[in-house]
């Protein structure tokens, strides 16, 4: 039987009020604790985290577009830029996405890079993800306790180093991970751009470890990139020296570390390099 007329824009009204209900839900935390899954890799991951799908970044089918194998085949440089702007994906085993968008990066040019683990020519089972197809996971500790996370580019022994996301879903899981993982103050609560500000911050955040070495990024279930919304534009982008290779001579000064200009969540900010930029 068809419905009065008269009742339609209440009907309507609390139609929209449940969708934004539903909203609300998936961006915040659930209160309801799920256990994670005996198969989350290598991390204790807080047993109160329940699954989280950030909505910052939304379409009609609740993602951007998955990047293939063809974005990650191309040179170093290159790709070192076109990684910036990007989204990073973490799904944890218990369903959590973790979001970053890419906002820092390192190339490493192979063979003749003297700061790359592949200067030389060098191949061993510790580096063997530079030198398999482009978009492969390159995964190694430092320190004995952290973790780095490289994605293999056209050319053999080539690579690029991810330096900082800017944090954009599953938050406060990535805080709890964080807070889990690192050593020292634990007790302080960590700022947003604490989250993903370096290296092996990031990989502690979206829970990466050495297990993930030689995985694919255009295929894997567990991490992949997705397109960001909007890439910076050239001037957006600042080119400097890496960071920590002072050992590798005059390569320890070639411009080929990448930032987005002006990110608060970008690990170490060159004001010289940002200047001589915009003379």
Not at 9 to 24: D, I, M
Not at 70 to 90: C, H, S, Y
């Amino acid at each position: 039987m068809p419905a009065r007329r008269g009742s339609q824009p209440s009907r309507r009204t609390g139609q929209k009020k449940q969708r934004l209900a539903e909203a609300e839900q998936l961006q915040s935390p659930s209160d309801a604790a799920q256990s994670p899954s005996p198969k989350d890799p290598y991390v204790g991951l807080p047993t109160t985290l329940g699954p989280q799908r950030s909505i910052y970044f939304s379409s009609p089918k609740g993602h951007f577009t998955r990047l293939g194998s063809e974005f990650f085949d191309q040179p170093a440089v290159p790709l070192a830029r076109a990684f910036l702007g990007q989204v990073l994906v973490r799904r944890l085993a218990n369903g959590t996405e973790l979001r970053g968008r890419v906002v820092e990066t390192e190339a490493y040019l192979g063979p003749e890079d003297e700061a790359a683990h592949s200067r030389g020519g060098r191949q061993t089972p510790r580096n063997r993800g530079m030198f398999m197809k482009p978009g492969t996971l390159y995964v190694y500790i430092i320190y004995g306790m952290y973790f780095c996370m490289n994605v293999s580019s056209r050319g053999d022994g080539a690579c690029i180093l991810l330096r900082a996301l800017e944090p954009v879903g599953g938050l406060e899981t990535m805080r709890q991970l964080r807070t889990t993982l690192r050593k020292g103050t634990a007790c302080r609560a960590l700022k947003d751009r604490e989250l993903c500000s370096g290296p092996s911050k990031l990989c502690q955040a979206l829970a990466i470890d050495k297990s993930f070495d030689q995985k694919d990024l255009a295929q894997d279930e567990a991490i992949w990139l997705e397109r960001g919304p909007l890439g910076p534009s050239e001037q957006a982008v600042v080119a400097t020296a890496r960071v920590g290779i002072g050992y590798s001579g005059e390569w320890a000064q070639k411009p080929l570390r990448f930032y987005i200009r002006g990110s608060p969540w970008v690990s170490v900010v060159d004001r010289v390099a940002e200047q001589e930029a915009q003379a």
